[in-house]
């Protein structure tokens, strides 16, 4: 199996292909550097194999090579975070209790 993230600056999203097939998406709004992610979706033939994880993973790493900061709206990457303690340098420090972190 072979995954990519890519941004769909169209779309205003990161999306995870598999195998050459869209496997899933985060939503971002972007202000200037700052991502807020308010929502990801991994489509119901991919669930169960860490799509979820690697597409976070890959937005993030995106988001952080770009100078940008992350406002994690989405439930499920602050979780991501926890995971991954060096994306938390990503969330500003006066919004991470916000969030969790």
């Known amino acids: 199996m072979t995954t990519t993230v890519q941004d769909n600056p169209t779309d205003s999203r990161f999306e995870i292909m598999v195998d050459g097939e869209l496997a899933g998406f985060v939503d971002y709004r972007k202000d200037g550097d700052e991502y807020a992610l308010p929502h990801t979706r991994v489509f119901s033939q991919f669930e169960g194999q860490g799509i979820g994880g690697k597409l976070v993973t890959g937005a993030l790493d995106?988001?952080?090579?770009r100078g940008g900061t992350v406002l994690p709206y989405c439930p499920f990457v602050p979780k991501v975070?926890?995971?991954n303690p060096a994306f938390l340098e990503?969330?500003?420090?006066d919004q991470r209790a916000?969030?969790?972190l």
Do not use: K, N, Q, Y
């Open 81 to 83: 975070i926890r995971d």
């Open 98 to 100: 916000t969030f969790g």
């Open 62 to 65: 995106e988001i952080a090579s």
């Open 90 to 93: 990503l969330v500003p420090e």
